[in-house]
């Protein structure tokens, strides 16, 4: 075999181009809608995205709190009309702790067994945030009183490039730790870019003495200045190299779906060779470059396998 032919066959001998990644489950995010427009729009990423059985779908909850009532209509909905799991966003902004025990139960009364705990944002303008008098300071206090409340299926929030807000990477880890010991299920992590990352905050996580599954929370690019903004607010770190490939696609969205659904194909092929079967995809409320990467991965709708 020549050198040439020996580079390329180990090249791809971990590759999309013929490969069986095994069994994978995956969960999709989307967010509640704030006009008849976008509630079209997240019903069809719905319905495009439920044959895929994912093991749960997770709807946010806005900065400050602002979208309490429309994330559970949307999750009441979600409940009631598809035969999907959704869990529902709860953060600690702006309530009382009887404020967000009274949500608790009404979801707990309602058949809603799954919750993603969130310390949560301020509203935009508020500055830094601090706790609600009489409320849950953080998210692991949370944890503990949705658990107090009901036996749900808690998930709860990582870092791999680090919270903004911690004052180092160890204090990071130690108060997910807390989260974790306090009753969550599962960690899922804020979106990444270069799996190496996710992996050495999965190796150090397990070393703090964290058990929980460590969920890869998977982003793909619609919009690179978009992505830019998110970053810069959760401490996201976005890598040259992520900017060079969408650079003179600011007017070519289907040339960005094409590079997005390669750069994350390639991501999760990546995190699939180091061990990782389960990912967490923030949808953007956007059903083709999602569905399109997980049918990529070997995913394929229920219909489709009877």
């Known amino acids: 075999m020549s050198t040439l032919a020996a580079t390329i066959d180990q090249a791809t001998a971990f590759s999309l181009l013929d490969w069986d990644p095994g069994p994978l489950s995956v969960s999709f995010e989307f967010f509640p809608p704030n006009s008849p427009k976008m509630e079209e729009n997240?019903?069809?990423?719905?319905?495009?995205?439920?044959?895929?059985?994912?093991?749960?779908?997770?709807?946010?909850?806005?900065?400050?709190?602002?979208t309490r009532e429309r994330t559970?209509?949307?999750?009441?909905?979600i409940l009631r009309e598809t035969d999907l799991t959704p869990a529902a966003?709860?953060?600690?902004i702006g309530a009382s702790r009887g404020e967000i025990d009274d949500i608790a139960r009404r979801y707990w009364d309602e058949g809603v067994r799954h919750i993603v705990a969130l310390r949560g944002d301020p509203a935009e303008g508020a500055g830094a945030y601090a706790p609600h008098p009489g409320g849950y300071a953080y998210a692991a206090?949370?944890?503990?009183?949705?658990?107090?409340?009901?036996?749900?299926?808690?998930?709860?929030?990582?870092?791999?490039?680090?919270?903004?807000?911690?004052?180092?990477?160890?204090?990071?880890?130690?108060?997910?730790?807390?989260?974790?010991?306090?009753?969550?299920?599962?960690?899922?992590t804020q979106y990444f870019f270069d799996p190496a990352s996710f992996l050495r905050f999965r190796d150090k996580a397990r070393a703090?003495?964290?058990?929980?599954?460590?969920?890869?929370?998977?982003?793909?690019?619609?919009?690179?200045?978009?992505?830019?903004?998110?970053?810069?607010?959760?401490?996201?770190?976005?890598?040259?190299?992520?900017?060079?490939?969408?650079?003179?696609?600011?007017?070519d969205p289907a040339t960005t779906r094409l590079v997005a659904s390669a750069i994350v194909a390639e991501q999760c092929r990546q995190l699939i060779a180091a061990g990782v079967h389960e990912f967490h995809f923030y949808t953007l409320n956007r059903a083709e470059?999602?569905?399109?990467?997980c049918h990529l991965l070997g995913l394929r709708a229920r219909e489709a396998t009877q």
């Not at 559970?72 to 909905?77: D, L, M």
């Not at 966003?89 to 600690?92: F, N, Q, R, Y």
């Open 72 to 77: 559970h209509n949307t999750v009441a909905r």
């Open 208 to 251: 703090a003495g964290i058990s929980a599954p460590i969920v890869p929370g998977i982003m793909p690019v619609t919009k690179f200045a978009q992505i830019q903004r998110f970053s810069a607010g959760c401490g996201a770190v976005v890598p040259d190299w992520l900017g060079r490939h969408f650079e003179g696609l600011d007017e």
């Open 141 to 188: 206090d949370l944890v503990a009183g949705l658990k107090r409340i009901g036996d749900f299926d808690i998930s709860v929030a990582g870092y791999p490039d680090v919270h903004p807000a911690a004052p180092s990477a160890q204090f990071d880890l130690e108060y997910l730790k807390r989260k974790v010991d306090a009753g969550a299920s599962r960690v899922i």
């Open 289 to 293: 470059l999602t569905a399109g990467i």
């Open 42 to 66: 997240l019903w069809a990423a719905i319905k495009r995205l439920e044959p895929l059985a994912p093991d749960f779908v997770s709807v946010t909850y806005g900065a400050g709190g602002s």
């Open 89 to 92: 966003h709860l953060t600690c």
